[in-house]
C-alpha cells in the first residue's frame, strides 16, 4: 500500500512558470485594449478631418469665414465712394426718380480704374414702383449717365429688387457702353436687354410668389 508524502504539492497545483503567465495575461489584455481606444481615436480624429476639408470645399467656408476672400470681395476690395454715391442719389431724385427706399453704392474695381453702381430698390424701406419710375431700362439710363457717374467711370451698372420683407428677388445688370447706346438711341430697348444679365433668387421668389397666393386665398 502506497503511502502519501504530506509534504508532496497536489497535482493541480500550477508550475511557477505558469503562474507567472497567468499573472501577465491580464497586464498584456489591458495593454491591447487601451491600444484598441487610442487605434479607434486616431481613426475618428482623421475622419473628423476628412469631413471638415470636403465641408470646406462644398460649402465655401473659408470664403464664408474670411480665411480666402470671395470672388466678390476680390473684384470689389477698395474703400466704397460714399459721397459720390450719395451724390449720385440726389441725381437720381433731380431726374424724377423717387429715391425712398433706394440705397446706392459704388464700388472701385480692384486693377482698374473703372468703378461699378448698384442701386438697391427696396420695398421695405419705402420703394414703390409707380407710373412715373419708367422702365428698368430708363432707370439704368438715370443711375449711369450722370455727371458724377462719368466722373467715377462707371464701367457696369447693378439694380436690385427687394420685396415688402427684406428678400432679395432679382438682380440685373448692364455695361455702361449699352446703357449709353440705348440713351442715345443706338439701340432699341430689346437690343438693350439682350445685353442685360440677370441672376434670380428662386427661393425667395417662390416663397414671395406663394404668400401672394396664400393672401389672395388661391391654393396651390
Known amino acids: 500500500m502506497e503511502m502519501t508524502s504530506p509534504t508532496a504539492k497536489p497535482s493541480s ?3 511557477k512558470g505558469e503562474a507567472d503567465a497567468s499573472a501577465k495575461a491580464p497586464a498584456a489584455k489591458q495593454k491591447k485594449k487601451g491600444g484598441c481606444l487610442r487605434g479607434c481615436f486616431l481613426f475618428f480624429v482623421v475622419l473628423l478631418l476628412l469631413a471638415g476639408v470636403v465641408a470646406a470645399v462644398v460649402f465655401d467656408l473659408p470664403a464664408k469665414l474670411h480665411i ?3 470672388p466678390a470681395e476680390r473684384l470689389f476690395s477698395g474703400t466704397p465712394y460714399r459721397e459720390e454715391a450719395a451724390q449720385m442719389k440726389e441725381e437720381l431724385q ?12 459704388v464700388l472701385p474695381v480692384t486693377g482698374s ?16 414702383f409707380t407710373s412715373g419710375s419708367g422702365s428698368v431700362a430708363d432707370t439704368f439710363v438715370k443711375l449711369a449717365t450722370g455727371d458724377t457717374a462719368k466722373d467715377l467711370n462707371v464701367g457696369r451698372a447693378a439694380i436690385g429688387y427687394k420685396d415688402g420683407k427684406g428678400r432679395k428677388l432679382i438682380t440685373v445688370t448692364a455695361p455702361t457702353d449699352a446703357i449709353a447706346d ?11 436687354y439682350a445685353r442685360v444679365d440677370g441672376k434670380i433668387d428662386i427661393p425667395n421668389v417662390t416663397a414671395a410668389i406663394q404668400e401672394e397666393l396664400n393672401s389672395s386665398g388661391v391654393k396651390p
Open 13 to 15: 497545483a500550477p508550475a
Open 68 to 70: 480666402v476672400k470671395s
Open 94 to 105: 433731380a431726374s424724377g426718380m423717387d429715391t425712398k427706399g433706394v440705397e446706392l453704392d
Open 113 to 128: 480704374d473703372q468703378t461699378v453702381a448698384i442701386a438697391t430698390l427696396d420695398a421695405s424701406q419705402g420703394f414703390r
Open 182 to 192: 440705348y440713351a442715345a438711341g443706338r439701340i432699341t430697348k430689346e437690343q438693350f
